[in-house]
Every structure is written in C-alpha cells, then in structure tokens.
C-alpha cells in the first residue's frame, strides 16, 4: 500500500495507464491522452482507499501531493508549445471570425454566471460563498479563483476556505464535460470529412514555415516573455477589481505572437515542428495526470462534508455554459466546428479541453481560436464573479 503514498509514482503511473486507455478507439472515439486525466482520478480514488485503510488523517494526507511547481512548468511547455504551433495561422483565423470570439466568450460566462446565481439562490442558499467558487470552478478558471479568494476575504473568518472548497469540487465536472464535448464533436468533424478543411490550411501554412533547428533558448524566451505579460494587470475599478491573465493567458499570447513574427533579436521562433509537438505530448501528459491525481483527491476529502450538492452545481453549471455556448456559437454566429471548438475551450478557459481538442480534431489550428476567446473570457468572467458574489451574500 505504501505504492500508493508516493505522489510521483501515481504520476508516472497515471500517465502510463492513460496512455493505454487513450489509445482504444470505439467508432471514431477516443480519449487520447485526456485518458491520462481519468487514469489520474483513479490514482488519486486508490491512494485515498490507502490512506483511509491505514486509518491516517485525511486532512493531513491531503498535503501529500504534487508540487505546484511541477504542474506550472509542464502547464507553461505546453501552451508555451501548442502557441508557437498554431501562430502561423493567427491572422487568417481572426480576419475571418474577428468580433464572434467576443460574442462567444459572453455568452457562456453570462450562462454559467446566471446559472450560479439561480442555483445559489434556490438550491443552496445557506452555502453562498462555496457557490460562487463553483462558478470559477465549472468554468476551470484559476485567474478567477483568484478574484472570488480576494471576495472571499470579505465573507469573514472561512470565507476564502469556503470558496477553494466550491472551486474544487466542480472544477472535475467542468474539465470532463469539455473533454466530453470536445471528442464528441471531434468524431463529428471526422465523420462529415471536416478535418479535410482544416488539414488544407495547415498545409498551406506549412508550405511558407522553413523550419530551424529547436532553441532552448527562444522557447524560454517566448515563456519568460509570457510570465511577465500575465503579472501585468489592469485596474477596472472598484466593480471589476483588478485583472491579469496569469501565466496560461500570458505565455499563450507571447507564444502567437513571436510565432508569428518568426525573428526576433537574432532567435527564430519557427523551430522543428517535431521538437514542439514532442514537448507538447509530454507537457501535456504531465499537467493532465496532475490535475487527476490533485483535484481527484481533493473533491474526495471534501465530498464527505460538503456532500453532493455543489458537485451537482458546477456540473449544470458547466453543462449549461458548453450548450448554450454551442447553440449561440453554431446556430446564431455562424461558426464552422473547427473554431467553434476552440473558441468553447477558450471561453470555458479550459487548458485540458483545448489539449484534448488538438488531439480529437488532430490540428493545432484550435489553439489560435482558443487565443482569441481566452482573454475576453477571463474579462467577463472576473466581472461576472464580483456581480454574482454581490447578489449572493
């Protein structure tokens, strides 16, 4: 059982198992390496068996994980990976869509905001403060859950522990119904030979990108850069409150734009495209079991208290903003299902959804719309949690 203490050996095992289970396809479906995040859940289920066999303290042993320093590095390879991949294609892909990511980024948070407050209002109103973490957690902010901790300041002595508690529980339903959504839609692109499309206008990037050698050296540039645009903030008042992008907006915005620029102060950014996707799988693998592992256990441990019930919050939550996102996407805005995909990703601000979506539609073009809608979303998102929280508490 002692297997089962060590965080890395889940972390290796995880990725193992997932990459397995990521490989079986059924009809045009399947997992690919978002299998690494359910192999990490089930990691995370067997070492919470262990720890309650040998009677430990659960609360105690829930310090026993991951480092987060670990996670933010492979989090900062992939998108730092994914971005330089996909910035050949950035100014084409927003000539053509320009305003609808806006749109779309609006639409779901709106949704999931409304839905929050619906659900607080009616279903759980004794527990205010662990809804409105539900609201960044479905939506699988971590930028937002960083505004509703300085909210929860506010709501006295717990505040903030209430909040990371709604975060984690539906942080699982909305990271797995984007997974979801993103293979099933996947398959239907393949299904209606969308991906013949998609493969053209790579190709057509691909006939004008003369490759370099990989640079160790442009790559940390392109996330250094990347880490400093998301310290940046802006102060929107008293209303909004202070906004950044965080690491995971400011490298993906840093990766576009040297991407597309290629030169920069003597380094070329175009380099060997193999190198990139290499770095991207295995970033990717890492960050996904991490998320299984970490959240896993977590939602577990304070499942037993806070019940079920803000589990099923989020997953509404998260469901709701994913459909009614693709209806106003799809049906209202007029957008093809390649970057309809992306731009959900992007307004959900889910990482693990857009890494799941590069592999379901098998193009890097995703990540450019997936550029494009973060941003508005994360704005919106924030805005929304202050006006939530306001009419909650």
Do not use: W
Not at 88 to 108: C, D, P, Q, R
Not at 267 to 272: L, V
């Amino acid at each position: 059982m002692q297997f089962f203490y060590d965080p890395y050996i889940l972390l290796l095992f995880a990725i193992i198992i997932g990459q397995f289970i990521g490989r079986v396809e059924y009809n045009n479906f399947k997992l690919g390496s978002a299998a690494t995040l359910f192999a990490g859940l089930l990691m995370s289920y067997f070492r919470f068996l262990a720890i309650k066999h040998q009677q430990m303290d659960l609360a105690e042993s829930s310090q026993v994980i991951i480092s987060k320093q670990l996670f933010v590095i492979s989090l900062i390879g992939f998108i730092a990976s994914v971005g330089l991949l996909a910035s050949s294609n950035i100014k084409k892909a927003l000539k053509e869509n320009g305003y609808k990511f806006v749109v779309l980024s609006f639409v779901i948070t709106f949704t999931g905001a409304t839905c929050t407050y619906l659900l607080g209002t009616y279903l759980l109103p004794q527990t205010s403060a662990s809804v409105i973490g539900t609201y960044v957690g479905a939506l699988t902010s971590s930028p937002g859950l960083a505004t509703a901790l300085e909210i929860g300041k506010g709501f006295g002595v717990g505040g903030e522990a209430l909040i990371g508690l709604g975060y984690s529980v539906a942080y699982i339903p909305g990271v797995l119904l984007v997974i979801l959504y993103v293979q099933f839609e996947g398959r239907k692109i393949k299904v209606q030979q969308r991906e013949e499309t998609v493969d053209n206008i790579v190709e057509q990037a691909e006939d004008v990108y003369q490759e370099v050698p990989f640079s160790v050296a442009a790559l940390g540039f392109v996330a250094g850069i990347g880490i400093l645009i998301g310290r940046l903030s802006i102060d929107f008042g008293e209303s909004i409150g202070t906004i950044s992008l965080g690491k995971t907006g400011g490298v993906l915005l840093s990766a576009l734009f040297f991407g597309y620029r290629q030169q920069f102060m003597g380094m070329s950014f175009n380099m060997d495209r193999m190198v990139l996707k290499g770095i991207r799988d295995i970033s990717l693998n890492i960050f996904l079991a991490i998320v299984g592992i970490n959240y896993g256990y977590q939602v577990i441990l304070l499942g037993q208290s806070a019940g079920v019930a803000l589990f099923i919050v989020g997953m509404i939550t998260a469901a709701l903003s994913i459909s009614v996102g693709y209806l106003v996407g799809y049906k209202v805005l007029k957008i093809e299902r390649v970057p309809l995909v992306g731009g959900l990703c992007g307004g959900m601000t889910s990482t693990p959804g857009l890494a799941s979506a590069i592999e379901a539609i098998e193009s890097d073009e995703v990540t450019v719309f997936y550029g494009a809608t973060y941003p508005f979303a994360l704005l919106f998102m924030i805005f929304f949690t202050n006006i939530v929280s306001k009419l909650l508490i």
